[in-house]
Structure formats: C-alpha cells, structure tokens
C-alpha cells in the first residue's frame, strides 16, 4: 500500500536556526513526490514537484531533495513568515492520478 | 492566488441536509480534484475528474457525489450530513500534461453541520 510519513510532526525553530524535515514514502513505482506548504484555514500552496532520485529544487529559503526512499526539506536561516505547515505527497505511476498527503510537518519558526 | 476559485467560502448547515460546493480550476486544467481536511485526517483524497468523466476515486462516501460540467467547473454535492462531516473541503486542479502533474489548491470551503 502507498504510503506517505512525515517527521517531526512538528519543530520549533529560532530565526536563522536552520533544519531540515523529512518525508518517507513507499510507492511502487513513483511519478513524482510533491512538497505544498499550508497556512491555517487556507489551501495548500505548491512549492516543488521531484521526479527522480538525485533531483534538487530551491526556492528562496527553501531545498527539497530526494531519494529512492525519502525527501527532505531543507530549511535555511528561516524566517517568522516561514511558520506553516508544510505537506509532502507522492503520486504513483499508472493510470490513476491521485496523491497521497502525509499529515505535515507544523513549524514555528520563533523570532 | 492559484488561479482556482472555490465558494461559498463557509457554509453552515444542519445535520441531515444537502449541499453544494462549487470549483473552477485553473484557466485550461482539465482536472479537478475534491479533498476533504479535518484536524485528525489531514488531507484526504475524494475523487477526480478528468475533462468531464470520473478518473479516480478514493474514500468518498456514499452519500457524496460529484460532477464536472463541459465548461470544466465541478460540484461536490453531500446529502444526509452529519456532525462528522464538518472539515474543510478543497478542489485543486492540474493540467496532467506530459511531465506536469502537480495540483493547484483552492481557498476551500468550511462546511460546519450542527
């Protein structure tokens, strides 16, 4: 079964601390995973799409990596506005296109 | 913003009505997508629709159903509410094209059943 777990589920940061938060999956064969962040009440933003092992993205403060097995978000010198959730998913190969959601990782990020 | 509109943006009902909740995706993404959030659920994948057909379906209750018109828009209709029903409620859409497939996600719409 296609999984999808997130760790911690959440973390406490001073401003300029720097971490990284982590997405295991397990997919039979992977199509892409996907990195959102989510503020309260609202939807979830896109941040990254991966595709394969070894592929890197950076956006402003943020790096996603990955591997056959899990990705990490890379958290640099964050900031108070960096605080939200941040929600890894995976979608499988194959004709259905839905995509499993962890639960998220909250970060508050203290200034 | 995304580019996906979602209303009504709160909705209050009674346990054993029916509502509506409406979706427009993204200018020229085909599909549409319903999530449902409550606090100890996380995101959970409804269904899918691709250009007006039924493409994938996950823990959708029976009494929930949904549609895509020719014009793209969708509408995610729950009959029979119960207090368990009341969560957040989000479409997305993606333009599933070769080599994209991220989804775009909507403002949602709060669905409290008292």
């Known amino acids: 079964e296609d999984q999808v777990t997130q760790s911690p589920e959440a973390l406490r940061l001073q401003e300029g601390e720097s971490s990284s938060l982590n997405c295991s999956y397990t997919?039979?064969?992977?199509?892409?995973l996907f990195w959102y962040r989510q503020d309260p009440g609202k939807g979830p933003e896109f941040l990254f799409t991966l595709y394969s092992a070894g592929e890197e993205k950076e956006k402003e403060r943020l790096k996603a990596t990955l591997t056959k097995k899990e990705s990490f978000l890379h958290i640099t010198a964050p900031k108070p506005e960096d605080s939200a959730t941040y929600l890894c998913?995976?979608?499988?190969?194959?004709?259905?296109?839905?995509?499993?959601f962890g639960k998220g990782t909250r970060l508050h990020i203290l200034p | 913003d995304s580019g996906v509109t979602q209303t009504p943006k709160h909705l209050i009902t009674a346990t054993g009505q029916r509502v509506t909740l409406r979706c427009s995706p993204r200018s020229g993404d085909l599909s549409v997508y319903w999530y449902q959030q409550s606090l100890d659920q996380g995101l959970q994948f409804l269904i899918q629709?691709?250009?007006?057909?039924?493409?994938a379906k996950g823990n959708i209750l029976e009494r929930f159903s949904a549609q895509q018109f020719p014009d793209l828009h969708s509408e995610l209709n729950l009959s029979s509410l119960e207090l368990g029903d009341s969560a957040l409620y989000f479409c997305a859409s993606s333009p599933r094209t070769s080599g994209r497939h991220e989804q775009f996600f909507g403002p949602g719409t709060r669905l409290t059943v008292l």
């Open positions: 998913a995976v979608q499988a190969l194959g004709r259905d296109d839905k995509i499993i």
């Open positions: 997919v039979s064969g992977l199509r892409g």
């Open positions: 629709y691709y250009n007006g057909e039924e493409r």
